[in-house]
């Protein structure tokens, strides 16, 4: 059940607005965080007084509360408290504390010595309210969307489902960081860090910012050339295989490859492999009686 504002502050119902402000102004000095770093317990009763006095300098929201319209978050009676709306609480992010009729950085400063909320420092001594833990998040992304950037779906742990966009140059192990999507604290939420995996792909391979793929061939398609279907991440391309072409021949397709940090997508190289089929006897017979005569491991040495 929400909390009586005005038992919050301390005040009787019939508490004029100057007593209202005197009896918060008094609690925010005493109960501010930066003067309790040792007491946790503090900052959630800075919370409570803070959303009493929401409501109470609010004339309209403090009739409503009064006739037993809305209760001390200002949420409307009779609803199970379900957040409707309401009590405005302002919590303790952003540059300063401002509460409606109370400027909190002229409540502290004679204090600290220095102007400013918690984000100002208070002459740089002061300490900011804890934001919640930071939670962290491990996303599996396929080779070919890493390449192209695609978006990527992921479920947060309160349930959300949100769409990240892949930076550029992304690698195995880059981190992104989401903002204010952790868990909640008296200071803010903290982040979500989620880590990138790029998967193994079944036959692209990554070297550096280019893509590489060993593609078979035929040994007609190697001697005679051929137009030969390959695939890219961005889809299958036709590809010419010059006459005479031998296995390891590589082929670069230009902007093909991984996107780089600059935009730019490096080249996906493409490797032959002419593959001989397995006791063909019609290959064998063609093939009676003819020698390669050159002396292809001369180089070697041997």
């Known amino acids: 059940m929400a909390a009586d504002p005005y038992a919050t502050l ?9 007593d209202i402000k005197s009896a918060y102004r008094k609690l925010a000095k005493e109960l501010h965080p930066d003067r309790n770093a040792d007491n946790p317990n503090a900052a959630e009763r800075f919370s409570e007084v803070t959303r009493a006095y929401d409501l109470l300098s609010d004339k309209d929201k403090r009739a409503q509360f009064d006739r037993g319209e809305i209760d001390g978050d200002g949420n409307p009676m009779g609803f199970g408290g379900g957040g409707f709306g309401g009590g405005g609480h302002r919590g303790f992010g952003g540059g300063g504390f401002q509460s409606e009729g109370i400027d909190l950085g002229d409540i502290f400063g004679g204090i600290f010595g220095g102007g400013g909320g918690p984000g100002g420092g208070f002459g740089g001594r002061g300490r900011a309210a804890p934001r919640g833990n930071n939670l962290q998040y491990r996303l599996g992304v396929s080779l070919t969307d890493a390449a192209k950037l695609a978006p990527q779906r992921i479920t947060l742990g309160d349930g959300k489902t949100i769409d990240l966009k892949l930076p550029a140059g992304v690698e195995d192990g880059t981190q992104m960081r989401l903002g204010g999507k952790g868990e909640p604290g008296p200071g803010g939420a903290g982040d979500a860090i989620v880590t990138i995996h790029i998967e193994p792909h079944a036959y692209f391979k990554r070297d550096g910012d280019n893509l590489r793929l060993d593609l078979p061939v035929s040994l007609d398609e190697a001697v005679n050339g051929a137009k030969v279907k390959a695939p ?3 889809g299958a391309v036709m590809l010419t295989v010059a006459p005479g072409s031998s296995s390891g021949k590589t082929l670069r397709l230009k902007g093909k490859g991984m996107t780089r940090k600059d935009g730019t997508r490096g080249d996906q190289l493409i490797t032959l492999e002419i593959a001989l089929p397995e006791g063909d006897e019609d290959l064998i017979r063609r093939l009676e009686g003819w020698q390669d ?3 292809l491991r001369a180089k070697l040495g041997v």
Do not use: I
């Open 293 to 295: 005569t050159r002396p």
């Open 232 to 234: 890219t991440v961005d």
């Open 10 to 18: 301390g005040v009787a119902r019939s508490a004029s607005e100057k």
